[in-house]
């Protein structure tokens, strides 16, 4: 069964650290992007890391290979975990985001197929498994694909085998969680919880769907 991880984008830090020591409990990885980054700072990270809990940066980081590695290193830094990267830059970028993970003892994920409705219009046509492909050549720990589409996930898993899939797009952007629960690794769900009148129960909602983790 997937873990449990928070996407954590809200803008006013101190309610994101209210939200993440509520939701501690009851997630299994914190992810963080540009939102919360932006506002905060990188220094965000060693604040969250008090809860003792993997921190995924998703900055979708899509450049030149030098710039990749110079963007990672400075996440891995901050006391980031992981990274997320996206994949049609070419195998040469996706490969130096992994190298930077690998330095920095760190994971590497890499987008192949997104979750929004405009996911469809380029994400298409043969380009998802393609970038699946790759990002397993490139040693990448896995790849983001839409719980919004489990048909997809289905085929991506074709194309991924025993690497990681982490999945977004859970409840507010339709997505169900108990439709790709049994074909991911990681189900990332935010505006669900972190919206909610009480997070931490939101939170909570997912438990029979994680893995055998105490609550």
């Given at each position: 069964?997937?873990?449990?991880?928070?996407?954590?984008?809200?803008?006013?830090?101190k309610?994101?650290?209210?939200?993440a020591?509520a939701?501690?409990?009851?997630i299994?990885?914190i992810k963080i992007?540009?939102?919360?980054?932006?506002s905060?700072?990188?220094?965000?990270?060693g604040?969250l890391?008090?809860e003792?809990?993997?921190?995924?940066?998703d900055?979708k980081?899509a450049?030149?290979?030098?710039?990749?590695t110079?963007i990672?290193d400075?996440?891995f830094l901050?006391g980031?975990?992981?990274?997320?990267?996206?994949?049609f830059?070419?195998m040469?970028s996706?490969?130096?985001?992994?190298?930077s993970?690998?330095?920095?003892k760190g994971e590497?994920y890499v987008v192949?197929?997104?979750?929004?409705?405009?996911?469809?219009?380029?994400?298409?046509?043969?380009?998802?498994?393609?970038?699946?492909?790759?990002?397993?050549?490139?040693?990448?720990?896995?790849?983001i694909a839409?719980?919004?589409r489990?048909?997809?996930?289905?085929?991506?898993?074709?194309?991924v085998?025993?690497?990681?899939?982490?999945?977004?797009?859970?409840?507010?952007q339709?997505?169900?969680?108990d439709?790709v629960?049994?074909?991911v690794?990681?189900i990332?769900?935010?505006r669900?919880?972190?919206e909610?009148?009480d997070?931490?129960?939101?939170?909570?909602?997912?438990?029979?769907?994680?893995r055998?983790?105490?609550?």
């Amino acid at each position: 069964m997937p873990e449990l991880i928070l996407a954590l984008d809200v803008t006013e830090k101190k309610k994101a650290l209210e939200i993440a020591h509520a939701c501690a409990p009851h997630i299994d990885a914190i992810k963080i992007g540009y939102p919360l980054a932006l506002s905060a700072g990188l220094s965000i990270a060693g604040e969250l890391k008090k809860e003792g809990l993997p921190l995924i940066a998703d900055f979708k980081v899509a450049d030149i290979p030098n710039t990749n590695t110079l963007i990672c290193d400075q996440v891995f830094l901050a006391g980031f975990s992981g990274v997320i990267c996206q994949g049609f830059c070419g195998m040469d970028s996706v490969k130096a985001c992994v190298a930077s993970a690998r330095a920095h003892k760190g994971e590497c994920y890499v987008v192949a197929e997104m979750s929004h409705p405009g996911g469809k219009e380029f994400f298409t046509g043969g380009v998802p498994e393609q970038i699946a492909a790759n990002a397993v050549i490139a040693g990448a720990d896995g790849i983001i694909a839409p719980a919004t589409r489990p048909d997809r996930v289905r085929v991506l898993r074709g194309f991924v085998g025993t690497k990681k899939i982490l999945s977004p797009g859970i409840g507010t952007q339709g997505g169900d969680a108990d439709a790709v629960a049994s074909l991911v690794d990681g189900i990332i769900v935010g505006r669900s919880i972190y919206e909610a009148k009480d997070p931490a129960a939101a939170a909570q909602s997912y438990a029979h769907l994680r893995r055998d983790k105490k609550q």
